[in-house]
Each structure stands twice: as C-alpha cells, then as structure tokens.
C-alpha cells in the first residue's frame, strides 16, 4: 500500500480546510489536503460576514476571492410584513475592520481557493475520502480511498479536521454532541433574479409574519441569480401541502416582501433543496495530535451567517497554534483555541436564541433604540464577536436580555 508522509494532514477542502493548509504551508511546514468531492461542487452557505475576510487575508486567500467578482456585501436588511424593517450597515459597525464582505455561490468560492492552493504547491486530492484514522500519541496514519477505490495511507503529525458535516473524527472518535438548539429544517433553491432592483444587492432576511420562529433569507449573486430559502420548525413544513417544489413555491406566494420579485423566477435547480437538522455539536474541540475546525467543530444556525466566519477563524487559528507546536514551541488549547473559539460561538448562540425568542426582533424593529446600541448590534452582526470593548460582545446574554425587556416595556432605548 502506498505511504505518504506529511507534518499536518487537513480534510476538506471547504473554506475550513483552504485557510488551514494555507496557513500551515505558508509558515513553511509541509501539509497535504483530502477532499471527499469533486470540486466546484455545491454547498449551502453564501452569505459572508466581514470578520471572514482577516482569516481569507491572513491565509493569502483573499486576492484569489476578489479576482472571482463576487456580489458585495454592505450590510444585512431584516424585513418583517409590509411597515417593519431594519437595515445594518457595515460601515456603522462599533469594532474596528473590514466593513464588507461577498455573498458567494459556495461552489465558485470554495473553488478559487481551492485552485489556489494547488497553485502555491500544496497538494489537493479530490474524489478521495478519509475512511480510518489511528492515533499513536500524536502521529496518526489516515487511510483513504480515492475514487477507483485504492486505499492509501497518510502519516502525519497532527491533523486538522475540517470535514464540515463529514464530521471525520467526531464519527469516528465518537465526539459528536447534539446542538443545545432543536432540530430545524430548511427548502431553499437558487433562482434566476429577474425582476431584481439596483438597491436589492444586500443580503436581506424577512421574518413571516404569520408563522413565528420562521424567517426567509434572500442573498442575491453577482452571476443574476440569487439563493431563496425558509427556515423553520419541520412541523412547519410538514403541514405544507406537495413536495419540496411546491413548498417552496407555496412559500414565496404567501410573502409579500418576495412573491412578486419571484413570481415568474426560474429556479436554476431543477428542483429545491432541503436541509433538517443541521446544527451540531462535539464534545471537544482538539486533543492530542489532533483539532476540530468549522462545522466539524459545532454549527449553530444559519440566521445570521456565521458558519464560514467561525469555519475560516477556528482554522485560521487551530493552523498558527499548530505551526508554533510543531516547531518546538509551547501551546496553551486549552485557552488559546477551545476557549476563545468558544467565546466568538458563545456569542452568537445568545443571538441566535434571541432571534427565535423573538426578543431581537422586538429589538431589530423599534425604531426608538440609541444609534450606539445599535452600531454593537451591528458589529456583531458583522462578525466582531471577539470584541471585548463591545458591551454588546462581553455581556451578551444580560445586555440582549436587558434590552429586550426595556423595548417590550416600550421606553426609549438610550446607552448610559
Ligand atoms: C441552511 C443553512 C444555511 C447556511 N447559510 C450560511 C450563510 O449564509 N453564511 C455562512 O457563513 N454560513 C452559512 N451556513 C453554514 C455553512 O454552510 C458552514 O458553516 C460552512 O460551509 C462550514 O465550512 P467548513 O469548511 O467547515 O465545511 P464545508 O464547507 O462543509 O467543507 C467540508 C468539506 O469536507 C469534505 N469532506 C467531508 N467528509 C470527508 C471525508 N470523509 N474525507 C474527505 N473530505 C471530506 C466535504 O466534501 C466538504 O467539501 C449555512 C448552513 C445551513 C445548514
């Protein structure tokens, strides 16, 4: 059997994996990445936050990313029936940073930066699947299987997990947690945008009105076409009449803030996508010889897009604390990766909570609330989640709470 041999082996090639091994590489260790799929190949998760971009810069990715041309992002519209909406620029964020993003098909994302990698020399190997890992302290030997089905082996020193819902080493090492959030589903499908707008560009998402804790995300594309997809209880869905098509359809006629925009668009699929039970969990984040990064680590909910800043900015981190270990010096995982990956999650779970309580879309939509208040909103939004000089970031769950309470009380909002 062939064997190779490489100082970190990375799994996956989503952009996870892309800014691991770039990383790694570039800081003059050797790494090698295995890719289940042949790539483009599609995966959900378009809309970026501008935090991604430190990560995307930090790995030499960006430059690649910018040449694609890809639909800017300025900021995040939320829209609720026909006389409720909220708009976040980027450009009013309290965090200091990169103020705009991209809103990407994933499949030409993940691609560039692919290609890119093959293009500085590390070696990418598509159609090739992890099967088995063994541990011997921290060197491990990986088999996998390439698409003719020939088994190979990889040794390596340490090796970054960034498999998304492969989720390699939690299967196979039984890490797996269930998320703290229930199970939710979702339809969605790309269309041809016809009938869009010049200030139609944000992404925007709309909350249904007549159907609590389920909202729609619209992010349009710089190819003219544009992802339209619901979110919500599965029981919400099952109580729709036909097939996923038909939901779908169903679903943007009822909502006025979209139907007439996609009335008469053609879907690009030939028929919808659906998704349940995505968010995900594991009971550790790194162990000996070895770190979980991106959704291989813990998925929370696609509402406010997070999943590919916190997939780039674990990898981007889990690669340096690596680079450090393998060349002889000390390294604190605990604090240093589990614990500030933990923070930025911890974060956004109490925002996602809030949005399904309907407490931030009690806060989103009054218009009474203090421009400071809502520029650390807004830098969370963006991504900043890491910002300890945001009151919104360090007292996340009190400060939402209090807020919340204070505007279902009807006062003013002002920060003191
Ligand atoms: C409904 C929904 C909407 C979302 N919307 C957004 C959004 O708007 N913005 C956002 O930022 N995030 C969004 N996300 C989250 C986003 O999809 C993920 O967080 C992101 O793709 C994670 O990146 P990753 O690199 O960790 O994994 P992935 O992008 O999934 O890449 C993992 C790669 O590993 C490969 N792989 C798997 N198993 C193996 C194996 N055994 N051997 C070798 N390779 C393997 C896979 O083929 C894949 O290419 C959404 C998620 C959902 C469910």
Redesign the pocket.
């Known amino acids: 059997m062939k064997i190779q041999k490489v100082d970190v082996l990375v799994?996956?090639?989503?952009?996870?994996?892309?800014v691991a091994s770039s990383i790694v590489h570039d800081s003059g260790l050797s790494t090698m990445v295995?890719?289940?799929?042949k790539?483009p190949?599609f995966?959900?998760?378009?809309?970026?936050?501008p935090r991604?971009m430190v990560a995307l810069t930090e790995a030499g990715l960006i430059d690649t990313v910018a040449e694609q041309g890809f639909q800017k992002k300025f900021g995040a519209k939320f829209l609720k029936g026909s006389n409720h909406s909220c708009e976040f620029l980027f450009e009013d964020q309290f965090s200091e940073g990169w103020n705009w993003t991209w809103q990407v098909p994933?499949a030409d994302f993940?691609s560039s930066m692919s290609d890119k990698l093959i293009s500085k020399g590390i070696p990418v190997h598509f159609e090739?699947?992890?099967?088995a890992v063994k541990f011997m302290g921290s060197d491990s030997v990986t088999t996998?299987v390439d698409k003719e089905g020939n088994e190979s082996q990889i040794e390596a020193k340490f090796i970054i997990d960034?498999?998304?819902?492969?989720?390699?080493l939690p299967r196979l090492f039984d890490l797996d947690e269930p998320s703290k959030f229930p199970p939710r589903r979702?339809i969605?499908a790309h269309f041809k945008d016809v009938n869009r707008s010049m200030e139609a560009n944000n992404?925007q998402i709309i909350v249904i009105d007549h159907a609590p804790q389920v909202w729609t995300?619209v992010?349009p594309f710089s190819n003219g076409n544009v992802s339209v997809?619901f979110?919500g209880d599965p029981a919400f869905f099952d109580a729709l009449e036909g097939d996923d098509d038909q939901k779908l359809k169903t679903l943007i006629a009822r909502e006025a803030n979209i139907s007439e925009r996609f009335a008469d668009a053609p879907m690009v699929w030939e028929h919808a996508k659906t998704?349940a039970g995505?968010s995900i969990a594991a009971k550790k984040l790194y162990g000996d010889g070895f770190a979980l990064?991106?959704?291989?680590?813990e998925?929370l909910?696609?509402v406010f897009?997070?999943?590919?800043?916190?997939?780039?900015e674990s990898?981007m981190v889990s690669a340096k604390l690596i680079s450090k270990q393998l060349k002889g010096e000390s390294v604190d995982w605990e604090k240093d990766y589990k614990e500030y990956i933990m923070e930025g999650v911890d974060t956004f779970r109490t925002y996602v909570r809030a949005w399904y309580e309907g407490k931030l879309q009690d806060i989103f939509f009054n218009p009474t609330i203090d421009q400071k208040i809502k520029r650390m909103i807004c830098s969370v939004l963006a991504g900043y989640v890491w910002d300890k000089e945001n009151y919104y970031v360090k007292n996340h769950a009190k400060a939402i709470d209090t807020l919340a309470h204070i505007v279902r009380m009807n006062k003013p909002v002002e920060i003191v």
């Open positions: 799994i996956g090639a989503g952009p996870s994996g892309c295995i890719e289940k799929e790539f190949r995966v959900i998760g378009e809309s970026l936050l991604c994933r993940d090739t699947a992890v099967t996998v960034s498999s998304g819902y492969g989720r390699v979702t969605f992404a995300w992010i997809g979110v998704i995505y990064t991106g959704n291989a680590a998925f909910d696609p897009s997070s999943g590919v800043t916190f997939a780039v990898a």
